[in-house]
């Protein structure tokens, strides 16, 4: 009896349902941040002063490089 051939993995498919992008940019080259976050983080983070910075994050973009800081708009705006 012949095995059949291994199914490969359905195509990337979030976990926990639809994750957000940040509403941040490079303000050096102008890419966004390679980072999504779940609906519950943007729930919990809707009290927040808007410009309270919660994280940094480094430019992946070749010879750019530049870190910025993420602030709670950057979550709170998160589509
Ligand atoms: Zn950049």
Redesign the pocket.
């Known amino acids: 009896m012949m095995t059949s051939q291994p199914v490969p993995p359905p195509p990337e498919e979030p976990a926990n349902g639809r994750l957000l992008r940040l509403s941040a940019s ?6 966004r941040p390679a980072v999504r976050v779940a609906p519950g983080v943007v729930q919990a983070l809707a009290a927040h002063a808007p410009d309270a910075r919660l994280a940094t994050y480094q ?1 992946q ?1 070749r010879r ?3 870190i910025f800081d993420l602030v709670a708009r950057a979550f709170q705006q998160a589509s």
């Not at 490079?26 to 890419?31: A, D, I, K, T």
């Open positions: 490079c303000p050096r080259c102008g890419s430019c973009r750019c490089g530049a």
